[in-house]
Each structure stands twice: as C-alpha cells, then as structure tokens.
C-alpha cells in the first residue's frame, strides 16, 4: 500500500507507517499543482492532509486514490463530495485537538482582556503606557457563553470554570440533563446565550445553519462590551456586517483564528479586513498547531493507516462521507450454509427484477456452521420481492429468507 502525506506530521507516526512496510511519500510542501502531479505519479491510495486543499482536480488525478485522511477535526478543505462520486472514503480525528483549541480560546479571551498584544507591540516600540491598560475588566466572576458543547467547548468550560468564570451554553444535540452535569448553565439558543454572556466563543460546524451566524442582528442582543471568539470557521462570521458593529459599538471585541479566504498555504501575503481592525485580535488558523494535539492526532491517522492496511476498513466514528440515513427500502434477511450459491441465484433475481442493490453483508456463525447474509435494496415492487423470497426460502441451501420493510 502506498500512503501520501502532504502536511506537516507527527515523526513518530511516521516512523511507525515506515515500520509497517507501507510505501510512504511525506512531502509538507505540496499543494494546488504539485500536489496533483505527486498523485499522478506516485498513485497512493491514502492520502493524509491537514490544512491543505484537496479538490475534485487532486481527487481525479490517481484512480488509485481510496482513502483521504484530515489529520484534524473539521474537512472544509476537502471536497467530499467529489470523493464520494468516486468511492473515496473521508474520514477525521475528531475530539484530538480539543485540548489545543481550549487552550487557543482562553489565550484570545486573557489577549483582550489583558491587551497583550498592544503592550507588546509598543515595547517593542520603545515605548512605556501602564496606564492605557489600567482599565481591563479581569474574567474571574464574569459569564461565558459556549456555542457548541461539543469537545471543544467542554474543554473550554473547564478551563473556564478554573479562573472562576461561570458559564452557559447551548447545543441543538446536547440535552438540558446533559448540560447541567457538565457544570453548565442550560440556553435553549444562540440568542438566549447572547443576552447573559460577557464573552461568548463559538464551536460550531460550517453548515447552512451557521453560516453567517455572527451578525448584526446576534450581535445586537449582545452586552454592551462583549467579546466574541471564533475558532471554528470564518464562514460563520457575517464580515461584512461585524465590521460594522465593530464601526458602530466601541465596546464590541472580536478574536479569531480563523477567516473567510484564508491563505490554503502555509505562508504568504494575507490582507484581510477585519483582522487590520483595532479591536480584532487574530492568530494565524494555529488552534490545532501544538505538539501534543499533533501527536495526538498523528497517533489517530496512523491507526486509521494501519486499520485501512489490514482489513480496507474505517470506524464509522471517522467517516464524514458516508450515507446516514438509509437509501433502502427494504432489506432482505437470508440465513443459509454457504454451499450451493444461494446468494448468487437471489441476487441474480433481484437484479433481473430491476431492484436497486444498496449495500450487502454475509456475516458467519462460528466455525462457518451457517451464514447470515443481509441485503439492503430500492424495492418498487414489493410484492415481487416477497415472491423471490418465498421461491429462495425453498433453496437447499437456504435456512430461511424474510423481507424486512424499512
């Protein structure tokens, strides 16, 4: 097997991936181009990034192509949908950089309390004003709000919750039981959260639902001095719309790590709006950059590589591009020996019938005594589906064969 690396990674996953006797081509510097000519030429059929862009050019470059691993949480960068129209599996580490991220989101809230980042640049100015910060509110006491009590945002909550704050939170797949055993107070939304919190950080997936969820109208429910910390994605900011509370409200801070047009490489020119504004603290995308979330997500990719080297198969926890709801309307239920190609007539029958085969197991009892075979389909015409049932029912080889409606 040949796996391709095109970010920085963990040297001791890659040690181990070199132990194992896959083939592996490790190359942080690819991208856009070269990446699809390393592709083309090296034909892997894993290929591991982290904040590389893999788009349907790079996905069409090797038919060899199986299996793209994002060595992090979230797969903006990735198109799975061209993946998925050519049988490629997606998958994540979800929950290896919550630690790293947490610890982001307190460094930016002390930033804007503390204005660290103006002191440090008017040292570096020669210049002395201890009175320009005499006036920071401190956090111990003051309420943050958490949108999105995912892993990040509980890990967020106890870092919290250990300099004093109290927090709330809200989250549609978190129950009000579930929040209050985190030591969390329970907000039915984003908006109730809004109305109570001093600092509100966001944790929250790029999708139809938050995308521009940071807005005008969000931000007028907001305290006076709010401080507002993205470290999930720069879709969810409305930029145009903040800028101008921002304008508009001079106790109104922002902190980020992310934005919309981000540079896809690692180093370059980037001029951006908002993070030119005075009261808008940036870092540069690094909330999964440390040591120890990097091997930590590292050691989950190589298990991943090693599990998809033994078996071709990959935990359903890490699959981001596959099918959640069943496509199938029926499935049909055959237990049977395994002898005289029961399985290969029923198929046969099902596909001269015109039904649609989803997906199939053929699981055995031990020692292979019998088999159980699960066969999941588009069924039009159920009463037909019964009849081939009934008929493979009286197979030799055939203990029983039922339909299932789904």
């Known amino acids: 097997m040949k796996v391709l690396i095109a970010d920085l990674f963990s040297q001791a996953a890659i040690e181990e991936i070199q132990r194992s006797g896959i083939e592996l081509v490790y190359n942080h510097q690819l991208n856009g181009d070269s990446l699809a000519a390393e592709l083309t030429n090296f034909a892997p059929e894993i290929l591991v990034v982290r904040s590389t862009k893999v788009t349907s ?42 630690i790293a991220v947490a610890e982001l989101v307190l460094a930016l809230m002390l ?27 401190g956090i111990k006491g003051r309420k943050i709000g958490i949108i999105g009590l995912g892993a990040i945002g509980r890990e967020v909550s106890v870092r919290a919750k250990s300099f004093g704050m109290d927090v709330c939170g809200t989250d549609p797949f978190v129950s009000p039981e579930q929040t209050r055993a985190l030591g969390i107070e329970y907000c039915s939304n984003a908006e109730e959260v809004s109305r109570i919190s001093d600092v509100i950080t966001f944790h929250v997936p790029a999708t139809p639902e938050t995308r521009g969820m940071i807005n005008s109208a969000f931000i007028a429910n907001c305290k006076e001095n709010v401080v507002l910390i993205n470290t999930s994605r720069g879709d969810i900011v409305n930029e145009q719309e903040l800028l101008h509370e921002l304008n508009q409200r001079a106790g109104l801070w922002y902190a ?18 908002l993070a030119q504004h005075p009261r808008v603290y940036g870092t540069h995308h690094i909330g999964a ?11 989950e990719a190589l298990r991943m ?7 071709r198969t990959v935990d359903a926890a890490n699959l981001v591009n596959m099918q959640t709801r069943p496509l199938a309307n029926y499935s049909v239920s055959v237990r049977h020996y395994g002898l005289q190609g029961a399985l290969t007539t029923l198929m046969g029958h099902l596909r001269d019938a015109g039904f649609k085969i989803l997906d199939f197991e053929n699981k055995a009892f031990r020692d292979g005594a019998s088999f159980k075979a699960t066969i999941n389909i588009d069924c ?25 409606h789904l």
């Not at 980020?256 to 709006?273: I, L, N, S, T």
Request: proline content about 4%; some cysteine; hydrophobic content about 35%.
């Open 57 to 98: 050019q790079h996905i069409n470059a090797s038919p060899a192509l199986e299996f793209i691993i994002r060595a992090g949480a979230g797969t903006d960068n990735i198109d799975s949908k061209a993946a998925s129209s050519k049988g490629i599996y997606v998958a994540n580490c979800p929950g290896k950089n919550s």
């Open 111 to 137: 930033s804007v309390d503390r204005r660290i980042p103006e002191g440090v640049a008017l040292l570096k100015q020669g210049k002395w004003n201890k009175g320009l910060f005499a006036e920071c509110f």
């Open 256 to 273: 980020c790590d992310v934005y919309q047009g981000e540079p896809a490489v690692k180093e370059g020119d980037f001029v951006h709006a």
């Open 289 to 299: 950059s440390t040591k120890q979330a990097e091997n930590a997500i590292g050691q």
């Open 305 to 311: 590589i090693l599990q998809y080297h033994r078996s």
């Open 380 to 404: 039009n015409n159920p009463q037909c589906l019964e009849g081939i049932a009934r008929m493979i029912s009286g197979h030799e080889d055939v203990i029983n064969c039922t339909v299932i």
